[in-house]
Every structure is written in structure tokens, then in C-alpha cells.
């Protein structure tokens, strides 16, 4: 049972790592004649032993700073917030800064994809139902998001940047609902404790 695939909480975090957000980077790597294939390949697989590592290792952070579940939980929720708010905001068009294969890799594997909310998100659900259950969800989580980036490498030269950015305003609407739902969980948690 605990490697069970949840749909939702597949979603949940396909929906954080937002794959869209990273199109333009790729984007801008394609005009600039880097392997587009490559960089998407590395990105996600590098992405992904992170979350490994954080699912692996982010639940004993909780006895070693002190600090509680719902506490983390209402922080991580504050730190989703931010990034869905953020994400649903009109960006200025700009062209992205690419420099260099290795540094292109490092800013979408982290934090484009496993930034701190991801980390926040990923400690939490690992604590809660176990890292087992975490990691085989982690995967087909990433699947997914590799099946995404894949998809869009080969059909850059097709892709219409306006409508990813639409997409991923979507997304990031998504986001915004479970950062709310994690705060409040948490603080009624809190409440309910001292009540």
C-alpha cells in the first residue's frame, strides 16, 4: 500500500514543479544552438535526485531544528503562496540569460523545479505519510514532467511562448489553492493544540 500511486498527489506536485516555468530558458538555450534534448534531460534528472534527497533526509531536519509539523507546514504554505502569487503575475517579456550548458541546468534543476517550495512541500509529505509512499510519487511525478520537457525539445521551434505562459498562470493558480490549504491546515492544527 505505501507504494501506492495517489493521482492527486501526483498532480500536487507536478503542478509545483511547474515544468512550463522553465520554457523559456529552454527556449532561449534553443536560440542559442545548445542540444535543447540534452539540457532537458539533465535538468529533470538532476531535479529529481535532489527531491530524492531532500524526501530522504527532510523529515529528521524537524527533531534537529525543533521545530513541528504544522509549524513547517504554515511556512511551507507561506513560501507556496509567494510562488503561486508569483507565477500568476504578468511578466515583462525579457529574453532569458543563458551562459553556458552546466549553468542552464543548475538554475532549472534548482530552484525553477526544486526550489523551496518544492523542499518545503516534499520534507512535509515525506513526514506525513512516510518516504516510501513520498518517493514512488516523487517518480511518476517527474515522469510526467519529463514526458512535458521532452515534448516541448522537440517541438521548440513550433512553440508558442504566450500560451505556455498562460498555461503556466494556470498552474500556478493551482499552487496558490494548496498553499492555502496547507496554512490553514496547519494553523487550525496549532489551535486546536493550545486550545
Same mark, same amino acid.
Do not use: C, W
Given at each position: 500500500?505505501?507504494?501506492?500511486?495517489?493521482?492527486?498527489?501526483?498532480?500536487?506536485?507536478?503542478?509545483?514543479?511547474?515544468?512550463?516555468?522553465?520554457?523559456?530558458?529552454?527556449?532561449?538555450?534553443?536560440?542559442?544552438?545548445?542540444?535543447?534534448?540534452?539540457? !532537458?534531460? *539533465? +535538468?529533470?534528472? %538532476?531535479?529529481?535526485?535532489?527531491?530524492?534527497?531532500? &524526501?530522504?533526509?527532510?523529515?529528521? $531536519? =524537524?527533531?534537529?531544528?525543533?521545530?513541528?509539523?504544522?509549524?513547517?507546514?504554515?511556512?511551507?504554505?507561506?513560501?507556496l503562496?509567494?510562488?503561486?502569487?508569483?507565477?500568476?503575475?504578468?511578466?515583462?517579456?525579457?529574453?532569458?540569460?543563458?551562459?553556458?550548458?552546466e549553468?542552464?541546468?543548475?538554475?532549472?534543476?534548482?530552484?525553477?523545479?526544486?526550489?523551496? !517550495?518544492? *523542499? +518545503?512541500?516534499? %520534507?512535509?509529505k515525506?513526514?506525513?505519510?512516510?518516504? &516510501?509512499?513520498?518517493?514512488?510519487? $516523487? =517518480?511518476?511525478?517527474?515522469?510526467?514532467?519529463?514526458?512535458?520537457?521532452?515534448?516541448?525539445?522537440?517541438?521548440?521551434?513550433?512553440?508558442?511562448?504566450?500560451?505556455?505562459?498562460?498555461?503556466?498562470?494556470?498552474?500556478?493558480?493551482?499552487?496558490?489553492?494548496?498553499?492555502?490549504?496547507?496554512i490553514a491546515?496547519?494553523?487550525?492544527?496549532?489551535?486546536?493544540?493550545?486550545?
Amino acid at each position: 500500500m505505501a507504494f501506492a500511486p495517489s493521482l492527486a498527489l501526483i498532480i500536487q506536485i507536478f503542478v509545483l514543479l511547474n515544468p512550463l516555468s522553465s520554457f523559456p530558458l529552454l527556449m532561449s538555450a534553443y536560440k542559442q544552438k545548445m542540444n535543447v534534448k540534452k539540457v !532537458a534531460f *539533465i +535538468s529533470v534528472v %538532476t531535479a529529481f535526485v535532489i527531491a530524492v534527497i531532500i &524526501a530522504v533526509v527532510g523529515p529528521s $531536519l =524537524f527533531s534537529l531544528f525543533g521545530i513541528s509539523l504544522n509549524s513547517f507546514r504554515i511556512a511551507g504554505g507561506v513560501v507556496l503562496l509567494l510562488l503561486g502569487l508569483d507565477t500568476i503575475k504578468p511578466k515583462h517579456e525579457k529574453e532569458a540569460k543563458v551562459e553556458g550548458v552546466e549553468g542552464l541546468i543548475s538554475i532549472i534543476a534548482t530552484p525553477l523545479l526544486t526550489g523551496p !517550495a518544492t *523542499i +518545503s512541500f516534499i %520534507t512535509i509529505k515525506a513526514y506525513e505519510i512516510g518516504q &516510501a509512499a513520498i518517493l514512488f510519487n $516523487l =517518480f511518476m511525478a517527474f515522469i510526467l514532467v519529463g514526458i512535458v520537457f521532452i515534448l516541448f525539445a522537440y517541438s521548440v521551434p513550433r512553440v508558442n511562448i504566450h500560451i505556455v505562459d498562460i498555461s503556466s498562470r494556470i498552474l500556478g493558480l493551482f499552487l496558490t489553492a494548496v498553499a492555502i490549504e496547507m496554512i490553514a491546515s496547519g494553523t487550525i492544527a496549532i489551535i486546536s493544540a493550545t486550545a
